[in-house]
């Protein structure tokens, strides 16, 4: 099963007034931390399992991967820095805002409990995540579509390991199994926020600077419930989804990983190597 991803149609070309608009550049980026936060978040509990793999090879992998996200964060912030137009830096936006600004889903800041729990997290970010940035390929931003094209085909290798591994987990061992369908089943619940939409993302979305990943929530499930039948692991039946992150609404491990993240930027105010 396969779609194609990206549209053909002509990108659409950014008015070059459309910034000189407060609501429209506080949008813009409100989107980019949205964007951003998913990136940089997940990308600290990846870096936490640095030499703690269950051997060396997806010890490397999940490292490289954790360096794949954390560059492509700081481009974001760079340009959301640019946007503000006074002294903030990346390092201000990533270390010196409080819990309740950062603007990430529920289901990257979940903690890693085991091996099975980071895989299965993995996979549902990564197939949102190949398929938000080949749309957002079609931005009229010409700054986002360099982005995108830029981290595609990191997102491709993610997407491929993290399903591997799901496969390998879900039809191995019974303990392997075991523990696969127990992190799909609690890490199902946060999977739809994903596609939920703030203010500044339809704000976003109508200016054709956003993909609209709605269109794409249906193919989302239908790929991730494949491979969980590849993976002889069954499709959990939930009443609601959890969400709130996107607004400033996190879990309660969200204060833990931010206290460990900012702890020398807050200790040692304007270090330099």
Request: contains cysteine; charged residues 25%.
């Amino acid at each position: 099963m396969e779609k194609q991803l990206s549209s053909s149609k002509p990108i659409r070309e950014l008015n070059p007034q459309f910034l000189e608009s407060k609501e429209n550049k506080q949008h813009l980026i409100d989107y980019l931390l949205g964007v951003a936060d998913n990136y940089l978040i997940l990308g600290q509990r990846l870096g936490e399992l640095c030499g703690h793999g269950p051997n060396l090879e997806p010890d490397i992998a999940i490292t490289n991967i954790s360096l794949d996200i954390l560059g492509q964060v700081r481009s974001y912030y760079q340009y959301i820095a640019q946007l503000k137009g006074d002294k903030t830096t990346e390092d201000d936006i990533a270390f010196l805002r409080t819990e309740r600004e950062y603007k990430n889903v529920l289901l990257v800041e979940q903690p890693n409990i085991d091996f099975a729990y980071v895989i299965v997290r993995q996979y549902f970010f990564d197939v949102y995540n190949r398929l938000f940035l080949n749309a957002l390929q079609q931005s009229a931003d010409e700054t986002l579509r360099a982005l995108a094209f830029k981290g595609i085909k990191e997102a491709n290798y993610h997407e491929r390991f993290s399903g591997d591994w799901l496969k390998r987990l879900g039809d191995g061992t019974a303990e392997s199994k075991a523990k696969a369908q127990e992190a799909v089943n609690n890490l199902w619940i946060f999977t739809e926020e994903l596609f939920h939409k703030t203010e500044a993302d339809t704000s976003m979305v109508e200016a054709g600077v956003a993909p609209d990943m709605l269109q794409f929530k249906e193919y989302y499930y239908e790929k991730i419930e494949e491979q969980l039948s590849i993976a002889t692991l069954d499709i959990p039946e939930v009443e609601y989804f959890q969400k709130g992150g996107k607004q400033g609404v996190h879990s309660e491990h969200m204060g833990y990983l931010l206290s460990e993240m900012q702890y020398m930027q807050r200790t040692y105010p304007n270090s330099k190597w």
